[in-house]
């Protein structure tokens, strides 16, 4: 395994000094006797973050033993039905903690804890730190059983944290795992970093699949011009599992000539969403392919990179460059990726468009078809910071003409922008581009301008709609549209672009309901999931003659009723595999979801707790007295998030 020296653990953890805690210098016991193999490594891409743990692999099975990996002290017990689902938290002498997620239950004692906590108002949901109680737990003791609650299939999600609660790899420990597998690479990726930038010609993201030879990678040569950014869509695995892990360390060489290092050992929770920033978003969001940048982009502070690593891409003068991508394990299993970069002088010649069919939703209840708006043709645009790329074949026919408008209301000037060139748009508080030849009137789209650290608003164009960005909303200047397509009294789709690029923090959208829409109760908005093909929820609130929900992404959102209640059925008893018997149900809700705090569940007339498992669609009947009968009477209690309720009874025998 890795030696790592003391110098650099201070150096990545500064608390140690005051906390006297080293990870390379502490000893960790396993967690559990499932297995000694993994289902996902640290610094692996979720939907929004960095993994911040190891995922040990129980096999698809529930129930094995959970134990203390040192001893501590009980610090926090947390029960959901997302996010960690089940999870405890010790607290060890030196000051750093370990977490212990996705259980099926704890043991005996912290469970009548949970239980004592729960039963108090019959809650699904609590997280509560328990220091006061001063709970002992030695190394080794059984703490829980490994299970499947919150997100994901049965897996042990194990997670190591300083004294300053950051997550750190836990492989920088005694702890190892057996692996003399190379990473493979998949997929190289070039971006434009400025809008005079050329890959193969085009002013587009540009991937390539490599030849193999063992280790040995080859993606051959990539004509260039300008600024670019190189990624890999990489992957790493390990012995007698087939699960793909994320690589630990990244090195982009020219010659002897150091440009890019990464590795990754711990990071802050504050900065996990920069992932985005660290990943190509574009293709992230478009394929659910990570590919990781090579480079520090803009608003990127994570402490991954090294010396030498460099900012916004790289400029490489005229001719031809070889460069050497460099991938290891946390074991020291080694990859090399040659790549020749032919750089030639910049142009802006004629480029060569590439039309992107637009997909989205379908079906009845309301569903519209996807947009029927500007943003149509804006998913085959290149969105940067500064500039705009119209790329789309279909937006050719006309120019366009611009208006800038400055943060004191004044038009800078109007002018004439063809669908060859680019669009700059640093100088604008306000930039409206419009295009004639569509239809009577062309068509109009406003472009206003978010700053990091202040607050803004988009306003709709053409739909009673706003967005309001708040301070630490956008991780960089970005230039924000918000069109609309009414469809029907309740069926409203509302576009907010660029999709293209991550946020940082939420924006709030705001919906104007007009008369008819403020008396229908079953209103609310939903985010659309272009790759996935769904609509999702989103807290929607009410308030007079508005809705207000919070967004996390830019994209599709919709407003729609929800006026159908729960689906409950499929009743039975079953037996968990920790020993405990329980009521389960089946439930379904296919547009808001189900209302986890609302629910109610009773069997023989004894209330028990309502554990809702949204994954698997069920909800369990909890009760630490419940044992089989010859009978039961289930009834269930269920609302969705916009109220509509239903109440079902069952008999078994």
Same mark, same amino acid.
């Given at each position: 395994m890795r030696t790592t020296s003391l110098l650099w653990i201070l150096l990545i953890f500064p608390s140690a000094v005051s906390a006297q805690f080293t990870p390379d210098t502490t000893d960790y016991l396993w967690p559990t006797n499932a297995s000694p193999y993994l289902s996902g490594t640290f610094g692996e891409t979720r939907s929004r973050h960095f993994h911040a743990a190891l995922d040990i692999k129980t096999w698809g099975r529930r129930g094995y033993d959970v134990y203390a990996t040192r001893d501590g002290q009980l610090h926090r017990i947390a029960i959901g039905p997302g996010g960690y689902g089940k999870a405890i938290y010790l607290k060890h002498d030196d000051g750093s903690y370990s977490v212990y997620a996705h259980l099926l239950s704890f043991e005996k004692n912290i469970q009548q804890l949970a239980d004592s906590l729960r039963f108090r108002d019959y809650s699904n949901k609590i997280d509560i730190v328990v220091?006061?109680?001063?709970?002992?737990? +030695?190394?080794?003791?059984?703490i829980a059983y490994s299970g499947a609650t919150g997100i994901g299939p049965p897996h042990l999600h194990f997670e190591l944290r300083t004294p300053s609660e950051k997550p750190f790899n836990p492989l920088l420990t005694n702890l190892s795992i057996p692996d003399n597998i190379p990473p493979r690479f998949s997929g190289l990726a070039i971006e434009p970093l400025s809008p005079t930038s050329r890959i193969e010609g085009r002013n587009q993201i540009y991937t390539r699949r490599p030849t193999r030879d063992s280790t040995f990678y080859d993606f051959g040569t990539v004509v260039t011009s300008g600024r670019v950014g190189l990624a890999v869509d990489i992957y790493d695995r390990a012995n007698r599992v087939h699960n793909a892990y994320a690589v630990y360390d990244l090195k982009l060489m020219r010659d002897e000539e150091l440009l890019f290092h990464s590795r990754v050992d711990s990071f802050s929770y504050d900065d996990t969403g920069q992932m985005f920033l660290d990943r190509i978003y574009p293709l992230l969001q478009r394929t659910g392919k990570a590919y990781q940048r090579l480079y520090?982009?803009?608003? +990127?502070?994570?402490?991954? *990179?090294r010396a030498g690593s460099q900012k916004r891409g790289i400029n490489l003068p005229e001719g031809l460059h070889e460069l050497r991508i460099i991938?290891?394990?946390?074991?020291?299993?080694?990859?090399?990726?040659?790549v020749k970069i032919d750089v030639q002088p910049r142009t802006m010649a004629e480029h060569e468009y590439q039309t992107n069919e637009p997909g989205g939703p379908h079906g009845g209840n309301g569903t519209p078809r996807y947009p029927k708006t500007l943003t149509a043709a804006q998913d085959s645009w290149q969105w940067h910071k500064n500039w705009i790329n119209i790329n789309s074949a279909a937006d050719r026919s006309q120019p366009y003409t611009l208006i800038s408008i400055d943060r004191n209301g004044r038009s800078v000037y109007p002018r004439k922008a063809t669908p060859d060139s680019f669009i700059a748009i640093d100088e604008s508080d306000l930039l409206t581009i419009h295009q004639p030849g569509y239809g009577r009137q062309g068509r109009t789209l406003h472009l206003y301008r978010m700053f990091p650290g202040q607050q803004g608003r988009a306003f709709g164009d053409g739909i009673r709609a706003y967005a309001t960005f708040l301070p630490n909303t956008v991780y960089d200047t970005l230039s924000v549209s918000l069109t609309g397509h009414i469809h029907s009294a309740d069926s409203v789709e509302i576009n907010i672009q660029p999709d293209t690029q991550p946020l940082k923090g939420s924006f709030e959208l705001t919906y104007i309901l007009d008369e008819a829409q403020q008396q229908d109760t079953t209103l609310a908005l939903y985010e659309y999931d272009k790759r996935k093909g769904r609509l999702n929820y989103v807290a929607t609130r009410r308030g007079g003659p508005v809705l207000k929900a919070k967004g996390d992404?830019?994209?599709? *959102?919709?407003?729609?009723?929800?006026?159908a209640a729960p689906e409950i059925h499929s009743p039975r008893i079953l037996r968990r595999a920790d020993g405990t018997w329980m009521g389960m149900v089946r439930a379904e809700d296919t547009r808001s979801g189900i209302d986890y705090r609302t629910t109610e569940f009773y069997i023989n007339g004894v209330r028990g707790i309502a554990e809702f498992e949204p994954e698997d669609e069920r909800i369990l009947y909890y009760?630490?007295?419940f044992k089989p009968a010859s009978s039961y009477i289930m009834r269930v209690v269920a609302t969705d998030r916009v109220g509509n309720r239903v109440v079902k009874e069952f008999v078994l025998d």
């Open positions: 220091d006061s109680l001063e709970i002992q737990i +030695n190394r080794g003791d059984r520090v982009a803009d608003g +990127n502070t994570l402490p991954f *990179y991938a290891e394990d946390y074991n020291g299993n080694q990859s090399v990726a040659h992404k830019l994209g599709t *959102y919709y407003l729609l009723p929800d006026t009760h630490p007295d």
